[in-house]
């Protein structure tokens, strides 16, 4: 079912303030930006290796990042799997008993079919689930 850790999700205020810490003080290189407009986002795009970090910075004060950053402040606010059929993923949650913020997958960064797993099934984490081709 899980293949790999596809990115770590930062929740960030200022995407340009932490792309410097990123790229000119740890030396990760970026691969690009996105805005996501149904998540009201932008992410930036950081490879390590295999997997990513991804910047989310909210394009929106209700977003769901500006809200997180509200909450909790800046930091990590999610862990990316991914899987090879995300409907299969999900429906084995549901049956599992896991509950689901996406009943159905949505359209993700980087073209991704993607759906959340709520953090009080997850031990307290943020898991999203993450298909690509």
Same mark, same amino acid.
């Given at each position: 079912?899980?293949r790999?850790?596809?990115? !770590?999700g930062v929740?960030?205020?200022n995407?340009?303030e932490?792309l410097? !810490?990123? %790229?000119?003080v ?5 691969h690009?930006?996105e805005v996501?407009?149904?998540q009201k986002?932008r992410?930036a795009?950081?490879?390590v290796?295999? %997997?990513e ?5 909210? %394009?929106?004060?209700?977003?769901? !990042?500006?809200? /997180?950053i509200?909450k $909790?402040g +800046?930091?990590? +606010?999610?862990i990316a799997? $991914? ?5 299969e993923?999900?429906?084995r949650m549901r +049956?599992?008993?896991?509950r689901l913020?996406?009943?159905?997958? $949505?359209?993700g960064?980087?073209?991704?079919r !993607?759906? /959340?797993?709520?953090?009080?099934? %997850?031990?307290?984490v943020?898991?999203e ?5």
């Amino acid at each position: 079912m899980v293949r790999k850790v596809d990115h !770590i999700g930062v929740a960030v205020s200022n995407l340009e303030e932490a792309l410097k !810490i990123y %790229t000119e003080v740890l030396g990760l290189k970026l691969h690009g930006t996105e805005v996501v407009e149904e998540q009201k986002v932008r992410v930036a795009f950081l490879p390590v290796g295999d %997997t990513e970090i991804e910047l989310l910075e909210s %394009t929106d004060p209700e977003g769901p !990042i500006a809200k /997180f950053i509200e909450k $909790r402040g +800046q930091g990590m +606010q999610h862990i990316a799997l $991914r899987v090879d059929d995300i409907d299969e993923a999900l429906e084995r949650m549901r +049956q599992k008993g896991v509950r689901l913020i996406d009943e159905k997958p $949505r359209y993700g960064a980087g073209g991704a079919r !993607i759906a /959340f797993l709520h953090p009080k099934s %997850t031990g307290g984490v943020l898991v999203e689930l993450c298909e690509r081709e």
